[in-house]
């Protein structure tokens, strides 16, 4: 029973890494120090996209599940198993991958963007 809430904590981690990743840098807007926080994650996640990197929550999962009697997870990583061909086509893989790095971009932009203008304001007589 342990083993499979452990397998079952790695797998909302990792939802909950993925959606910080998409959406995290938009709560830099709120609160502009959590991107030193979202920094790290996104170019963490654009690194196990990009280049392959494994990710330590797949390794927790599958041996988990191992031990809880379960199958690990087929295939490369969460997101071949939970989301590709189940949240969305698997030919739309590189698209969903697009729209997160420019979701990230434009967080990105819109905090420079607030951060200029108030300390623009702030300089303004």
């Known amino acids: ?15 909950a890494f993925l959606l910080y990743v998409a959406l995290g840098g938009f709560l830099t807007w709120r609160w502009p120090r959590t991107l030193w926080i979202h920094a ?20 927790v999962e599958n ?3 191992a031990r809880a009697g379960q199958t690990g997870l087929p295939g490369a990583s969460f ?3 939970y ?5 969305y086509p698997e030919e739309h893989l590189r698209t969903v ?4 790095a420019a979701a990230v971009l434009i967080s990105w932009g819109g905090l420079a963007a607030f951060t200029y203008r108030g300390r623009r304001k702030e300089n303004t007589p």
């Open 79 to 81: 997101v071949d198993h």
């Open 83 to 87: 989301l590709t061909g189940v949240v």
């Open 97 to 100: 991958q697009l729209a997160v």
């Open 1 to 15: 029973m342990l083993y499979r809430l452990i397998g079952d904590a790695a797998m909302v981690t990792h939802l």
């Open 40 to 59: 790290p994650v996104a170019l963490y996640a654009l690194g196990i996209t990009l280049i392959g990197w494994a990710c330590p929550l797949t390794h």
């Open 63 to 65: 041996w988990a599940r």
